[in-house]
C-alpha cells in the first residue's frame, strides 16, 4: 500500500502524526488490496474552499475532503497486480486547528480524525442518514483507539 503525502502548507501539521501509518491502518482494516494507493495533501483555507465550492457546490472552506478514484461499491476489484487508485484526502489544517480549539481536542488528534473521516470515505462510508453517521463515527473511534492503543472520542 501506498499512501502519498503532499505537504503544500504548513508541513509542521502533517509532522504531528503519522499519516502514512494511520492511512494505512485504515485500508488494512477495511480489506483493501495490496497495491492500493492514496494521496493526502495538507493545503490551504483558500484551497479547500475553491475545491469544496467546485466539487461540492458549497461556497465555504471545510475540514476535509475525499476524492474517490477507483471505486469500491464491488469490493475493492482491481485486476492481479493492477494499481489501485483508492482516491485523494485534502486536509486545511487550519480549519483543524481551530476545530481542535473548539471541540477541546489536541491539534493532532483534530488531524487524526479527519484523516480516518477522509479515508473512511473513500472507502465508501458516509453519514448522510443518522444511521450511517452512527456507523461511520463507531468506526472512526475504533480505528483510532486501536491505532493509538489509547481510547479516542471527540
Same mark, same amino acid.
Given at each position: ?23 494505512? +491502518? ?5 480489506? !483493501?488490496?495490496?497495491?492500493? =494507493? ?11 474552499? =475553491?475545491?469544496?465550492? $467546485? ?7 471545510? @475540514?476535509?475532503?475525499? *476524492? ?5 461499491? @464491488?469490493? *475493492?476489484?482491481?485486476? %492481479?497486480?493492477? =494499481?489501485?487508485?483508492?482516491? #485523494?484526502?485534502?486536509? !486545511?489544517? $487550519? ?17 487524526? &480524525?479527519?484523516?480516518? +473521516?477522509?479515508? /473512511?470515505?473513500?472507502?465508501?462510508? #458516509?453519514?448522510?442518514?443518522? @444511521?450511517?453517521? %452512527?456507523?461511520?463515527?463507531? /468506526? =472512526?473511534?475504533? &480505528? /483510532?483507539?486501536? *491505532? ?7
Amino acid at each position: 500500500m501506498d499512501v502519498l503525502i503532499q505537504c503544500d502548507y504548513r508541513p509542521e501539521a502533517a509532522s504531528l502524526i503519522d499519516v502514512e501509518g494511520l492511512a494505512r +491502518h485504515v485500508m488494512t482494516s477495511q480489506g !483493501a488490496p495490496a497495491q492500493a =494507493e492514496v494521496s493526502v495533501s495538507f493545503v490551504t483555507d483558500e484551497r479547500i474552499h =475553491e475545491l469544496n465550492r $467546485d466539487f461540492r457546490g458549497i461556497d465555504r472552506p471545510t @475540514d476535509v475532503l475525499s *476524492f474517490e478514484c477507483d471505486g469500491v461499491e @464491488d469490493g *475493492f476489484a482491481a485486476p %492481479e497486480g493492477a =494499481e489501485f487508485e483508492l482516491g #485523494d484526502v485534502v486536509i !486545511a489544517p $487550519d480549519v483543524a486547528e481551530a476545530q481542535a480549539g473548539a471541540y477541546g481536542m489536541s491539534f493532532a488528534d483534530e488531524l487524526s &480524525l479527519l484523516l480516518v +473521516h477522509g479515508m /473512511l470515505h473513500l472507502c465508501g462510508y #458516509d453519514h448522510l442518514q443518522p @444511521d450511517e453517521a %452512527e456507523e461511520m463515527e463507531g /468506526l =472512526e473511534r475504533e &480505528l /483510532l483507539t486501536s *491505532f493509538y492503543g489509547r481510547p479516542f472520542e471527540r
